[in-house]
């Protein structure tokens, strides 16, 4: 089995700052993409940033230089450091995690439950 969790969300006043974080556990042979995405009320579900296995960073245009996504893979774990907090940045935020098991050779995408974000004006 495998579980993909997320940690770290909360109420902050705009300008403010959180760090969120997604860790994977159990049968993992290696992680693939790993990727923040958020889902605003009456929202669709959107991407927020994504990272490769070789660290490569792909940011939704508006949030780049406010978001920073990074990974450590020897934690199977990846972080959305947010910064100047707008409070449309408000929304559940989910991880999404292409894991391939130990024992398979095909990849498969994990969702995290979602951690809620909350900014205040």
């Known amino acids: 089995q495998v579980q993909v969790v997320e940690s770290g969300g909360g109420l902050v006043q705009a300008g403010g700052s959180l760090r969120l974080s997604c860790a994977a556990s159990?049968?993992?042979?290696?992680?693939?993409?790993m990727g923040w995405y958020r889902q605003a009320p009456g929202k669709q579900r959107e991407l927020v940033a994504r990272i490769s296995s070789g660290g490569r960073a792909n940011y939704v245009d508006y949030l780049k230089g406010r978001f920073t996504i990074s990974r450590d893979n020897a934690k199977n774990t990846v972080y959305l450091q947010m910064n100047s907090l707008k409070p449309e940045d408000t929304a559940v935020y989910y991880c999404?995690?292409?894991?391939?098991?130990?024992?398979?050779?095909?990849?498969?995408?994990?969702w995290g439950q979602g951690t809620q974000v909350t900014v205040s004006s």
């Open positions: 159990g049968s993992i042979f290696s992680i693939n993409v």
């Open positions: 999404l995690m292409n894991i391939v098991k130990m024992g398979d050779y095909r990849s498969y995408d994990y």
